[in-house]
């Protein structure tokens, strides 16, 4: 098995605050924007996917549509983000949130290489806030090992591309595949806004965790970094093929959060934990 994401920061002073999963946290940030969607709109929509529609073979990949609310610099907002197979053996995950203040749509559109490793071919991250746009782009042409980096309207960057490399969304999926092979620690090299950067985490623990969905095994990673006062943790659920279920970043007295409202993975709906699984792991 990633997208703040850019997580995984709506102004350039949020942007720094950190770079895990930048993509779900930078629609995050502007999603004081947040639609509101309702649990049962959710499971429609997912159920209606093309890709569901179209083959009842089990993708390599695991399907998804989960909604999110979060607390950003003070404000209630919401994110949705959804992970499809738009043609046979092709994929993309999305991050998308939007209302007065302006919308944010975040994308990453990849396929499985031979070797079952994720081959990202296009990114992309368009934003509007305040009447304020921009939009980024990048394109993977593995055949002549370069990615192509364009910001709004400046000249583009070429940057070589090596095997293994991610973008900010392929790389949290890598890490939630990575945990379902059971690994503890984990790098990734990831281009990030025409830039080649490493992002380094580790399991801390496991545990059962209180969400609006109801208890939720859970696994604790965090972000390895050089800043003492960068703090970011993410909880990932166990039984559900690792999808985030909550996130808490935190530098100096600034302070995010980001919680799973619900979500449905492959046509089934993530359901709590009965009680009599209800046991500190």
């Given at each position: 098995m990633v997208p703040p994401?850019?997580?995984?920061?709506?102004?350039?002073?949020?942007?720094?605050l950190t770079k895990l999963l930048l993509p779900l946290l930078l629609v995050i940030a502007n999603s004081a924007f947040g639609n509101q969607l309702s649990s049962k709109a959710v499971i429609q929509d997912s159920s209606q996917t093309a890709s569901q529609k179209s083959s009842q073979q089990k993708s390599p990949i695991n399907l998804y549509r989960a909604n999110y609310s979060a607390k950003f610099s003070g404000l209630n907002i919401q994110a949705v983000q959804k992970l499809e197979e738009i043609e046979p053996g092709v994929y993309r995950e999305s991050l998308s949130a939007k209302n007065f203040i302006g919308k944010v749509n975040e994308q990453s559109t990849f396929s499985l290489t031979p070797d079952q490793q994720l081959s990202p071919s296009k990114y992309s991250y368009n934003r509007s806030v305040f009447g304020r746009d921009r939009s980024e782009v990048q394109n993977f042409d593995?055949?002549?090992?370069?990615?192509?980096?364009?910001?709004?309207?400046?000249?583009?960057?070429?940057?070589?591309?090596?095997?293994?490399?991610?973008?900010?969304i392929?790389?949290?999926?890598?890490?939630?595949?990575?945990?379902?092979?059971?690994?503890?620690?984990?790098?990734?090299?990831?281009?990030?806004?025409?830039?080649?950067?490493?992002?380094?985490?580790?399991?801390?623990?496991k545990q059962i965790l209180e969400t609006a969905i109801g208890p939720l095994n859970t696994v604790k990673v965090e972000r390895i970094?050089?800043?003492?006062?960068?703090?970011?943790?993410?909880?990932?659920?166990?039984?559900?093929?690792?999808?985030?279920?909550?996130?808490?970043?935190?530098?100096?007295?600034?302070?995010?959060?980001?919680?799973?409202l619900n979500a449905v993975i492959n046509d089934k709906r993530i359901t709590p934990l009965a009680k009599t699984d209800e046991k500190q792991l």
């Open positions: 994401s850019n997580i995984f920061a709506t102004t350039a002073h949020n942007m720094g593995w055949q002549n090992s370069l990615v192509h980096y364009k910001k709004d309207d400046s000249a583009k960057v070429e940057l070589a591309l090596e095997t293994g490399y991610l973008d900010m392929t790389h949290r999926l890598q890490l939630r595949r990575d945990l379902s092979a059971g690994k503890q620690v984990f790098s990734y090299p990831v281009i990030s806004r025409g830039k080649l950067k490493q992002y380094d985490y580790r399991v801390v623990s970094t050089d800043d003492d006062k960068k703090k970011v943790s993410v909880w990932l659920a166990c039984d559900w093929d690792y999808l985030i279920v909550k996130l808490a970043q935190s530098k100096g007295k600034d302070s995010h959060y980001l919680e799973l």
